[in-house]
Structures are given as C-alpha cells and as structure tokens.
C-alpha cells in the first residue's frame, strides 16, 4: 500500500541553525502539507502546496520557513533560524485532490537546543 | 481557539464491549469530518470520514455519526479490540477557496483491555 515518507525521523540542531525535514508523498498525489504537533498539544495546520505554489499558510509558518519540491518525488519543509519553540512533531501529508482525504507520514521529531 | 473540541482525553473500555469518542465542533463552515488514530511514533493514520449531508457513515467495526444541529460527531467502535488502542482524533475541514487545511481536536486517549 503506497504511504508518504518522513526523513530523517530525528533532527537534533542547535538554536539558530536552519534544518530542512524532507517528505516524499504518495506518487500520485498531487496536494501536500505540513503540519506539526508539539508535545502535549494539538496537530496544527503550518501549509499546503499544489502545483509548485503555496495555497495556505497558517500564522506560524513565519518567514523563517520555506516548502520546496525541488524534484517530482520529494516535498521540502526548510526552517531557518531555528527558535526553541519550534520543537515539535512535524508530520507530511499528501491527497490526491483537494477534497480527497490527507494521507500522513510517520513524521520527523526537531529537537532545537 | 477550540474550534473542534474532544472533551475527553482518554477512555477505558473492556474488549468486546463498544468505545464511543466524541468531538463537538464550533465553526458552522466545516463540512466535512475526520477520524484518525495515532499510535506512538507514528503519524495519523486515516479511519474514517462523513459528510456534512450524511447523518452515519459505516466501515466494518467503525461508525460515525454526524449531528450537525447540535455540531457533534461520535466515533463508534464495535467489538473494541486491544489493537484499537491508540490516540484517536477529530478532525475538520470546510468548504471553498482556500480552507481545506485540516484543523484538529487534542484527541482521546482509548485503552481497550483484554
């Protein structure tokens, strides 16, 4: 059964630093997100991308942060001057259409020290 | 803002017996609802999903049940069985334009013992 991917499943990096989280979604799918939970918190919604555009973004996803799909399998979160709070769960999501249901990955943990 | 709400944060049920999860939700432009559960470590993983026109959609062990007057929504597990134990959530989406981002309930912890 086709499933999204998360690498690494654990990123550890020092206050400051930029960290990118990679995703590769299910091959035919065509929408993709990120969202993120931090411990003891909610799954949040942090964006969507189709066709090579963001189509939403949420308040957290600052100007600190960037999605890419720099080839036709692979789908990018970069943070840049990583904070403290930015410790979380980040998890990626794929649908083959926009009303389609989202299909996540396992997801990657960041730890910012 | 809670815009969709799990009130309960865990439930113990005997197997065999029915585990209800609840949700309630605020914003009157979702229409469309979700149903995921979440092992440790691992991502959501999809359930099961209704429509806003619908009042119960069913799959096997598991139903939900729409009441969108009163803006709640049950997941109904039946038999429970040790492997349904998990975190499962609630999740909402609208309609139009740009709001098809999913927006979460804090999810309910269901522990099912043998």
């Known amino acids: 059964e086709p499933e999204v991917t998360q690498t690494p499943s654990h990123q550890v990096t020092q206050m400051g630093q930029e960290v990118i989280l990679r995703c590769v979604p299910i ?24 066709n090579n555009e963001i189509s939403e973004k949420s308040e957290i996803f600052d100007d600190r942060f960037s999605v890419e799909r720099p080839d036709g399998s692979n789908f990018t979160l970069k943070i840049r001057s990583t904070k403290l709070e930015d410790s979380a769960m980040y998890f990626c999501a794929s649908s083959a259409s926009l009303t389609d249901t989202q299909y996540f990955g396992p997801g990657t943990r960041l730890t910012v020290l | 803002d809670q815009q969709v709400k799990q009130n309960s944060p865990s439930l113990s049920v005997q197997e065999g017996r029915i585990s209800i999860l609840n949700c309630d939700y605020t914003n009157s432009m979702f229409d469309y609802f979700l149903w995921y559960k979440k092992y440790p470590a691992e991502g959501p993983t999809f359930l099961i999903s209704i429509s806003s026109i619908k009042d119960k959609n069913e799959d096997g062990r598991f139903t939900v049940f729409l009441n969108k007057s009163a803006k709640h929504l049950s997941l109904h597990i039946v038999p429970s069985q040790p492997g349904d134990s998990a975190v499962y959530f609630c999740a909402a989406r609208g309609i139009g334009g740009s709001n098809y981002k999913l927006t979460f309930g804090k999810g309910t912890l269901l522990t099912v013992n043998p």
């Open chain 1, 27 to 50: 091959s035919n799918h065509l929408y993709f997100y990120w969202y993120r939970q931090i411990l003891g918190q909610k799954v949040e919604f942090l964006v969507s991308f189709y």
